[in-house]
Structure formats: C-alpha cells, structure tokens
C-alpha cells in the first residue's frame, strides 16, 4: 500500500512538472534558458516539501509553518532579497501534500515575483506572508508595498505566465484568487477549502 501511493506521489508531482512546463514553454519559446531556470526552482521548491515530509512524523502531511518559513528563508537566500524584509504569520498545522504541494508551488512564484519585480533598482521594502484557517478553510494572503499591479489588471482572466500558473495552481485545490488592489504594493489572496482529512 505505502509502495503504491508513493507511485501515486510520483506520478501527480511528475504532471504537474510537466503541467508547469508546458504553461512556460508557451511563453518562452524563443528563450529556452528562462524555462530552464523556472523549471529548476519549482522543481526545489517540491524536493523541500519532500524533505520536509520525510521529517514529519507522518508520510502524507506538512507542518504547513515550518514548511513555508523554511521555503521563505531558502528561496531569500538563493536568490536575493536583502533589501526586502520578510514578514510571516502562519498556523501552525498540518496539511496533506495534496494541498501543499501546490500551496508551496504559489509561494514560491510569489516570492520570485516580488524580489525580481517589486523593488527595482534595491529599493527597500517588505513582503508579507500570512496562512490562516477561517470559515472551515484557509487563506492565503502575501503582500508587498513595491511597485505594485496594473490597476486595471484582472489577475483571473491575464494571460501573464506568473498569473497563469497561480490560476492553475489555485483551480487544482479548489481555490480563489483574488487581487485585495491596495493603495500601494500588491496584495494576493488565494481562499481554498480543506478536505474532511485535514480538519
């Protein structure tokens, strides 16, 4: 049984893979290099979970907090960001892979975007990270006070390759995404349910 849900892990975590790389290959068709480097940071991001899965008393769930502090703290000190500082308020609990994985995956491109996009020239800044239950699910809200969204962009209907993924992303675990629009920076909210398993 434990032999075949690791197959069964393998197999979605291959799709989504693929899932991902079809989306960024359609936008970087004539800069290969880019996929490549897009690739390889998701890819970390699901080794973490794996890591952190293998830690856990448990071979299906996540410490959703020191999952997500840790993938912060690792992506900042891979990529940049000392001018940013990283904000977290997240509950601690556990979470099914099948929601972490792509919960970890929406992380992971929002953090990229803010410390590529949000502070050009190393202005200094903020990002906030908040994961909180309510109403018998979970919300997850991450904000910036950087340059901010286009005003009239509709993040559900962009066909932007970092808003894409985040509409796959967040139709796989029964979610909504929504742009809070605020007066200055950006601020993303994705609410999703839980499943009867991780209540």
């Known amino acids: 049984v434990l032999l075949k849900e690791v197959h069964h892990r393998v197999k979605n975590n ?6 991902l790389l079809n989306i960024d290959y359609n936008f970087n068709k004539d800069n290969p290099e880019t996929t490549i480097w897009n690739t390889i940071n998701r890819i970390n991001s699901m080794a973490f979970i794996h890591d952190k899965t293998y830690q856990s008393n448990s071979m299906d769930y996540v410490n959703v907090r020191d999952y997500i502090v840790s993938e912060s703290s690792q992506i900042f000190s891979l990529y940049g960001g000392s001018n940013i500082n ?4 997240i509950d601690s609990m556990e979470l099914n892979m099948d929601i972490i994985t792509p919960l970890g995956l929406m992380i992971n491109e929002l953090i990229l975007n803010t410390i590529k996009y949000a502070f050009p020239g190393d202005s200094k800044g903020y990002l906030s990270i908040k994961l909180k239950r309510s109403d018998g699910g979970m919300f997850l809200n991450v904000c910036d006070d950087g340059v ?4 009239d962009l509709d993040i559900n209907s962009s066909n932007s390759l970092g808003m894409t993924i985040l509409q796959n992303l967040t139709s796989q675990i029964g979610g909504e995404l929504i742009d809070l629009k605020p007066s200055k920076g950006s601020s993303i909210l994705i609410k999703f349910p839980l499943n009867l398993s991780d209540d």
């Open 14 to 19: 291959l799709q989504i893979i693929l899932s």
């Open 86 to 89: 990283l904000h977290t308020d």
């Open 148 to 151: 901010g969204l286009p005003y």
